[in-house]
Nanobody, 119 residues
């Protein structure tokens, strides 16, 4: 079973930064494109960024352009989401997911990590 675990969430002030990590258990992460998604209270889950197996990046959300970056370290079996210049509207539960391909079906979801940006 593919198991993904997110970490790195927390409370940060507006303008601050956080780095989320997505690690894998039971499989090699570099076999899959990995996407980051988020779900704010009362809203539908939305895609943020995806990194392909070869490091290509797909941006799902215009609202994070220039502020969020995604990267993968296959040696550490980890994908990162670096979030800078955070805004209160970035407050959400953030999920990583293994995908068939970026913009494609999700194969497995992580359990999510809470990010709260205070104003």
């Amino acid at each position: 079973q593919l198991q993904l675990v997110e970490s790195g969430g927390g409370l940060v002030q507006t303008g601050g930064s956080l780095r989320l990590s997505c690690s894998a258990s039971g499989f090699t992460l570099d076999y899959y494109p990995i996407g980051w998604f988020r779900q704010a209270p009362g809203k539908e889950r939305e895609g943020v960024l995806c990194v392909s197996r070869t490091g290509g990046v797909t941006n799902y959300a215009d609202s994070v352009k220039g502020r969020f970056t995604i990267s993968r370290d296959n040696a550490k079996n980890t994908v990162y989401l670096q979030m800078n210049s955070l805004k209160p509207e970035d407050t959400a539960v953030y999920y990583c997911a293994a995908q068939s391909y970026c913009s494609g079906p999700v194969v497995s979801w992580g359990q999510g990590t809470q990010v709260t940006v205070s104003s």
